[in-house]
């Protein structure tokens, strides 16, 4: 029998009972209480860009039709027939000015509206028994958009997304606003795991830890021209908003353009960067010398950028991947998996980045598969009942008091609270915000 | 001269393609790697692109500008020399896999070229505990005729599932790299390849003449 008040107690103080992550009950919490009323990523504009373009996603079992419509506006449809519930939609992509329900022709406006009804007249007497006009598919409670990043919620009564994303947006530019074009996605790569989707969300929240180790074959193998050892621990970690993040050290004396040659960008794409970003965004880069790497929106959107060695000539190439952790049950996740790209950076860029995304990140990189490994592993373990008789470790740069080991850092451009070092805060970040949802607390 | 129709079970051609892709499953089942690398043409383009589901009409069944690979000789190098590391976890202990290879067909390419299309059905095992994967996919090769034998110059591979049902592809361009036919994006890709500097090409597809492919110690890892 589940103890919750027992579970968000021993969460809140870094002691993670292990069986979280393969708990029936815990999931369904998490179904009702959390995704339920958060935000949720469901697509990019640039996944839309023409009037009909469509692609249907999913907040767990709820299917969603993200349509541009005719007039050039972004549409989220809850994806079921107000007539007998058939699934209007069931292509995953592609271009329609209507939906037209398999079952008995009822057809939707690419903005939802109903507009066919066969034998309205014959069957229902027309609009006397039953009023067509006004009706239309249920729109997602909520929807927001920000730097062409699609989201919704469940919850009608939702806070503004600009409010929910808070302190975090600053650190979102960085990934998905990189000049006035904006970024565009490709992909996304689908598939399942066999491990619990938090997991996956606690590691881009902060997680460099691991790196020196899990990822130990990559660096065997010269994909990166540091050893990630002794460059991870010099990160920053931050926290701040609903999302928390690892940034990599700089090297000393560079500029902000020598900084951002340094991972790789060309120069072509600086000024875009130099003109997009805030004072105090540049200043991460410049004065502070951290750069972004992994990082977690909660609950489920998760973003890396990292800077590999692409080729025989060791061409440092900088990418970015957005992903997300699509809980299937407690103990199975769908991973789509994103390319990310400026818009407006030159074509040789988008290739060769495309190249480093492949070799690291998704289905088939190299960075990848030793971490589903993990995660699949620890789902496995926590499903027993051994697994109920123990308290996960989370409390990496806590005193025994509860106290940071160290103070965090002083200069830091960024919002928020980082850390430089190793440690769990990002973690320990996201998992009060998933207490404050279980517990109910959440506003 | 290209041929649309493929060639007869007995000719010589198919037959050496055929065996191609035996032998080459051989090297991978004994963990071969290095050896597998020594099949690979220098300006081998490996790729396998990301299928979706989609209206009968809408003309596609694939995402553009995104794949699961899209592979040069040096990324296949690397993933190879990742593989030899004691640090790639996920095929440590490793997966029990095994391939199936079928309805191979072989059509005549310009010159001594011959694309070759097969089916492939992957099994792989993990553990002790986890449910076995089955992948299908379907294979298009381009061998080329060089002078140390059938080489392998292009492969796309069609994979029959939108969300694949395995933790990753750690182990497909070892194990599961042989089967394919030809989807209509496919051919589209496969005839957009053939000039030598095709749109969507990473290389040119073809190498400059008089140049081919050679068995390369250094390909080892």
New interface residues.
Partial sequence: MLDLASVVSDVRRGMIPAHVYADPEIFALERDRLFARSWVFLAHESEIPDPGDYVVRRVLADSFIVARDEAGAVRVMFNMCLHRGMQVCRAEMGNASHFRCPYHAWTYRNDGRLTGLPFHEEAYGGEDGFARAGQALLPAPSMGTHNGLIFISLDPGAPPLADYLGDFAFYLDFYTRQSPAGVELRGPQRWRVKANWKIGAENFAGDSYHTPHTHASVVDIGLFREPKASKRKEGALYQAGPGAGTTYKLPPGGDFADQLRYVGYPDAMIPGMAAIWSDRQRALVADSGFMVSAATLFPNLSFVHNWPQIDAARTVVPFISLRQWQPVSERETEVLSWFAVDAAAPEDFKRTSYKAYLMCFGTSGMFEQDDVENWVSITDMAAGSMARRLKLNSRMGLTSEGKPVKPPLAAFAGPGLAYQGFGEYGQRHWLGRWSDHLSGEAR | MTTARPLPYGDQAHLAAHQFLVEEAALLDAADYAGWLELLCEDIRYV?P?R????RG?GFDT??????????L??LR??V??LA??????EDPPSRTRHFVTNVRTFREEGEDLRVESALLMFRSRGD???ADLLSAGRTDLLRATADGLRLARREITVDE?????????V??LWRTRSGWPTSSARSWWSACRPATAPGC?SPCRPPAGRSCSARSSSRP
């Fill in positions: 396998m990301v979706v589901t989609t209206a809408a995402l553009a500008g995104m794949g699961h690979f899209d592979e040069d040096y990324a690397k993933r020399q990742r590391t004691d640090h790639a976890w996920t505990t986890r449910e939108s969300v694949l049902r395995t933790q990753n592809l750690a497909f361009l990473a």
